[in-house]
């Protein structure tokens, strides 16, 4: 059930899981989407752990999903591929009823934004561009980015960095509170982990119920965005534009898209 | 079906909208606002555009509903007026399934601040003043206001701004995410283009598509929101505030509310 | 029905009610927090009151619930002290027609931190803590809380200042827009009466209208919310981690959650 795509550790109560592709910048295929899941359900609801650490091996955090698998997958519905990968998997990060700590560098971009986004706290090193993604291959935020992203930068900015595909970095998203904490690449292991383990020293339970607070408050109609999000991105996967994003992308040139 | 008080252009594939009234600071009457729903039915929804930018003639975006003709509806509801105005117009800019900038200048007040929160992105001249205006004649505000602005700047700061009907400027928008860019008022014109040009060789198709999404997972109450302010503006409308504000406006006096 | 806990002034159209508990740091026991339901039920009401000032004797606005009485009703149902205590309270202050404005110094704290949220506008000394609060002691922000501040200052700044229980100071919540406005401990009072009587002056009705269409547009949910806060609090009230804060509180060392 253990996949070379997900590292899995733990130290005193901390749950460290490590995306593992760095030959891919950590990109989303299916088998690692499926082992974070896994992860999520049973090592990470074992009561012993009080503390969960999502993380990329190498440079980066992660680049997303990854393009090569879509291409396989460009026959098949992306609504389906949703409903299968990143919604389940963004429910579980907020669910999870303990604190979730996303320790970012490198790049963090599409569905990897929305993933760190439903994390609970974000610590970046310097450097950490993040970016929205989805419209560069002509594709419509999913992951639960069309929600998270204007509720914490506003909607004008959201749109702007929406259809720009321009990247925001760590300094821009600490005073925009998208993370918490900003420190230097070489610190960012060791700030993560004492960050999680003062977390897991501290009122777990209160932590997880103070969670369900939140998404009660704020985010009530999420898994409606998430089931929404899946069947614009149907609508975005047959349009030409796609096909122009990922074949640009592909030859690493710039799209055309009329 | 051309009116004077709308100027309608199309260079590329942008369509250019400029406010019309320069004489009353581009101030809303009926038929500008008629003219602004036609533009937005008929020419903005042409295949062949790809952006619209929205602006106004002269030294103002718009100073908001024109107050002399309201005078003149005043025996009429202005519940009424709203659902034939502005709420329609609101939803049209929301719906409108690809980029939309505004370009703004001088004074965005009361109405005009509604469309122009309404509109994906704006870019505005240094000097530009915001008001939310509205409370400065008794009445409350409409045209989405309501919702736009708490959702951007928070209900602290936007409660204080409509209670107290002072202005913000340009830089403090920018700060607040009200505005994207701001640039001098010499080249807001060149810059405006500029960034609709770009915004029209992206992904059109993607963009209206992330429109509908972030419509769906941050304004699904917007319609809602609407109705209800124009139900307030007709309790506001028949109150001692609103007639001394309007005659303090028209009588260049402070208003004296009790 | 007047109580030494709450101190009522009316000055011109200002009525001020100061909590008045300075020997506990105005923390709320029922005795204050039914008078101030009275106060605002029965004197707010007057419409020869146009603005109420909500503040603090002493050196502090509030440090929240008084934890001494907590513990005597400490074999009852938090969920039932929340119905009758602060959830009607913050229904209160967000329905009250007519501005009100929070007076804040020293520390704000709790269920404090609520009330002072549900005001329409907050000024603040320099110096000012601000403190979720609640999971210090193993519960779960209440009293409106886990809806007023991730919606103030996002999701993620909430969630780190939830969990970690650190203050945030007057500076901090100005940047935020948590408070409109900080002002020096010597000048607070004086600020404050004058920034209350400029409102008295304004348009009182249009202010109340407004407060209807924002709480229309943004806190839909409000009650819902109160009411779902006080269920997750009974469920923190009978957990370990909620003793051992509480016990480590009164014996005033560091608490140990696990």
């Not at 752990?49 to 098949?76: I, K, P, W």
């Not at 939140?214 to 999000?229: G, K, Q, R, T």
């Amino acid at each position: 059930m253990t996949s070379p795509t997900l590292l899995i550790e733990r130290q005193d109560h901390v749950l460290t899981l490590t995306l593992n592709r760095p030959e891919r910048a950590n990109a989303f295929n299916l088998e690692m989407t499926r082992a974070l899941q896994r992860a999520l359900r049973a090592e990470a609801s074992d009561p012993d752990v009080r503390c969960v650490v999502l993380r990329g091996s190498g440079n980066y955090f992660s680049a997303g999903q990854d393009l090569r698998e879509m291409e396989q997958v460009a026959g098949e519905s992306y609504y389906q591929h949703l409903r299968q990968t990143y919604n389940p998997l963004i429910v579980q990060l907020r669910r999870l009823e303990k604190p979730v700590l996303a320790s970012l560098r490198g790049a963090v971009a599409g569905a990897a934004l929305g993933i760190a986004l439903a994390c609970d706290l974000r610590i970046a090193a310097e450097g950490t561009r993040f970016t929205v993604g989805f419209l560069g291959i002509g594709l419509v935020p999913d992951s639960g980015v069309s929600l998270f992203l204007p509720l914490m930068i506003g909607l004008g900015r959201a749109s702007a960095l929406a259809f720009s595909n321009v990247p925001f970095d760590a300094a821009q998203a600490l005073d925009w509170g998208v993370v918490n904490r900003v420190t230097s690449p070489d610190e960012l292991d060791a700030q993560t982990m004492a960050w999680a383990q003062q977390l897991a020293r501290g009122p777990v339970k209160a932590m997880g119920l103070t969670k369900r607070a939140f998404n009660h408050a704020l985010l009530p109609n999420l898994e409606d965005v998430l089931e929404y999000e899946g069947q614009l991105q149907a609508i975005a996967q047959h349009h030409s534009e796609h096909r122009e994003g990922v074949q640009a992308f592909m030859q690493k040139r710039p799209p055309k898209f009329y």
